[in-house]
């Protein structure tokens, strides 16, 4: 099985309920935006920041209440969201969302905010796991939005400036590279979570225990497809 078409196989009830919430949120995003994949890039990314910052701050809650070291857990969810906030600004820069796609952008981050919130209060695993299969999808979708592009049905015009920057591409780099790039995100997130709902299943494991489970992280969680990730881009004028 290639990375593009990895699939975690749904086991027990936990992860029927994970995949059945993708399942759900995938066939509204199919609704509203179809073949539209910049705007639906658009609006989905601003939900995709959710998950990392909230794992990370309910990691950072465990820790300080354990005082105990996180495992790298609370460094992986942060780069997370803030790499899928980067999504987001890549894809703005091409992409101008209209009035209605604004407004969905704040119905579904309230929402999703606290949906989220209260799921990995009550079960983290069921958490990163629906996060593993959002992740699978997503790299659906933007496997779609390259043959969409290939076919010469969606532009491929030059990467902006912020997505050269970020991702260290050529000067020359176009919509299509932008997007391989993002896919490759994803399909690192997926591993991830998928990885981190598989160490906390191993703490229900009689025997054993999540200090001794193997690292699901990179040596360095900094990783990004093979090099370092390049200093964080500033977007807005700020403190």
């Not at 919430?21 to 609006?43: E, S």
């Not at 407004?103 to 009550?122: E, S």
């Amino acid at each position: 099985m290639s990375d593009l078409t990895r699939h975690h196989a749904a086991k027990g009830v936990s992860d029927r309920i994970a995949l059945g919430i993708t399942k759900l949120l995938r066939f509204f995003a199919d609704t509203f935006f179809a073949h539209r994949y910049g705007h639906r890039a658009i609006v989905l990314e601003t939900v995709a920041g959710v998950p990392g910052m909230v794992g990370g701050m309910m990691q950072h809650l465990k820790s300080l209440r354990r005082m105990r070291d996180d495992d790298g857990w609370i460094r992986e969810l942060i780069d997370e969201a803030e790499n899928e906030r980067m999504h987001l600004m890549a894809f703005v820069a091409l992409f101008k969302p209209n009035a209605f796609e604004r407004f969905l952008v704040l119905l579904a981050q309230g929402v999703f905010w606290n949906f989220y919130l209260v799921l990995y209060l009550f079960a983290p695993r069921t958490a990163h796991r629906t996060i593993g299969y959002f992740e699978e999808e997503a790299v659906i979708s933007y496997t779609q939005f390259l043959a969409e592009i290939d076919a010469g049905r969606i532009d491929n015009g030059p990467a902006p400036e912020i997505a050269i920057t970020y991702w260290k591409m050529a000067p020359d780099a176009r919509l299509r590279d932008l997007v391989i790039a993002v896919r490759a995100d994803e399909m690192k997130h997926r591993d991830v979570n998928h990885g981190f709902a598989a160490k906390l299943d191993a703490t229900r494991t009689p025997g054993r225990n999540l200090e001794n489970e193997p690292s699901t992280l990179p040596a360095n969680p900094r990783e990004h497809r093979g090099e370092t990730r390049p200093a964080l881009a500033r977007t807005s004028a700020g403190p």
